[in-house]
Antibody
Framework: QVQLVQSGAEVKKPGASVKVSCKAS????????MHWVRQAPGQGLEWMGI????????SYAQKFQGRVTMTRDTSTNTVYMELSSLRSEDTAVYYC????????????WGQGTPVTVSS | EIVLTQSPGTLSLSPGERATLSCRAS???????LAWYQQKPGQAPRLLIY???SRATGIPDRFSGSGSGTDFTLTISRLEPEDFAVYYC?????????FGQGTKLEIK
C-alpha cells in the first residue's frame, strides 16, 4: 500500500533552517510528483512547491522562492524540503503529498511534520 | 494566481441532513481541475473529489461534486457522524496550486 512517512517534529530558532524528509513506499517513486503543503495553526492549506523525483526538477510558490529547496534521493525513495531563514510565521505542520502528474490532485499525503519556530 | 473563496465559513447541520458547500474561483478553472479534500483534527487532508465531479477511490457515494468554470459545489447527501470536518477545495490546473480557506462542517 502507498505510504508517505515523514520525519519527526522539529523546534528551531528564528534564522535557522529546517529539513523535513518524506519517505515513499508502495509505488514506483519516480512515477509520481511530490508536493509540499503547509498548514499554520488553525489555518488553511498553503502549497509550497513541487518536485519531480524522476529528474529532480522543481517549481516553488513565489512566496517561498529563495528560501525553500526541495531535493530527492532515488536510492532511498525519499524527498526532502529545506526551509531557511525561519521566522515565527513558519510555525506550521508541513505535509508531503503525491500527485500523478502536474495536473493531478494530491491522492496520498504524509502524516505531517510539526515545525515550531521560537526563540 | 487563482483565488478560491469557499462559503459558508461554518455550516451547522444535523446527521441525516444534506450539506451543500460552495467554492468560487477568481477566474475559470481549466478543464475542471478542481478537487475537494476532507480534513479531520490532527489528520492529513483526504482526497474526496477530483475533476470537479469524480469520486476518489473508496469515497462513499453520498459525496458528490459538480460545477465548472468558476463555480463548484460539494454535496453530502445524508450526513453521517464521521462527515463533520473541515472541507477544502483546490485548483490544480495552473502552475500554482491554490486552496480555498475551508468550510467547517459542525454538528448542530
Amino acid at each position: 500500500q502507498v505510504q508517505l512517512v515523514q520525519s519527526g517534529a522539529e523546534v528551531k530558532k528564528p534564522g535557522a533552517s529546517v529539513k523535513v524528509s518524506c519517505k515513499a513506499s508502495g509505488y514506483t517513486f519516480t512515477s509520481y510528483y511530490m508536493h509540499w503543503v503547509r498548514q499554520a495553526p488553525g489555518q488553511g492549506l498553503e502549497w509550497m512547491g513541487i518536485i519531480n523525483p524522476s529528474g529532480g526538477s522543481t517549481s516553488y510558490a513565489q512566496k517561498f522562492q529563495g528560501r525553500v529547496t526541495m531535493t530527492r534521493d532515488t536510492s532511498t525513495n525519499t524527498v526532502y524540503m529545506e526551509l531557511s531563514s525561519l521566522r515565527s510565521e513558519d510555525t506550521a505542520v508541513y505535509y508531503c503529498a503525491r500527485g500523478w502528474d502536474t495536473n493531478h490532485p494530491f491522492d496520498y499525503w504524509g502524516q505531517g511534520t510539526p515545525v515550531t519556530v521560537s526563540s | 494566481e487563482i483565488v478560491l473563496t469557499q462559503s459558508p465559513g461554518t455550516l451547522s447541520l444535523s446527521p441525516g441532513e444534506r450539506a451543500t458547500l460552495s467554492c468560487r474561483a477568481s477566474q475559470s478553472v481549466s478543464s475542471s481541475y478542481l478537487a475537494w479534500y476532507q480534513q479531520k483534527p490532527g489528520q492529513a487532508p483526504r482526497l474526496l473529489i477530483y475533476g470537479a465531479s469524480s469520486r476518489a477511490t473508496g469515497i462513499p457515494d453520498r459525496f458528490s461534486g459538480s460545477g465548472s468554470g468558476t463555480d463548484f459545489t460539494l454535496t453530502i447527501s445524508r450526513l453521517e457522524p464521521e462527515d463533520f470536518a473541515v472541507y477544502y477545495c483546490q485548483q490544480y490546473g495552473s502552475s500554482t496550486y491554490t486552496f480555498g480557506q475551508g468550510t467547517k462542517l459542525e454538528i448542530k
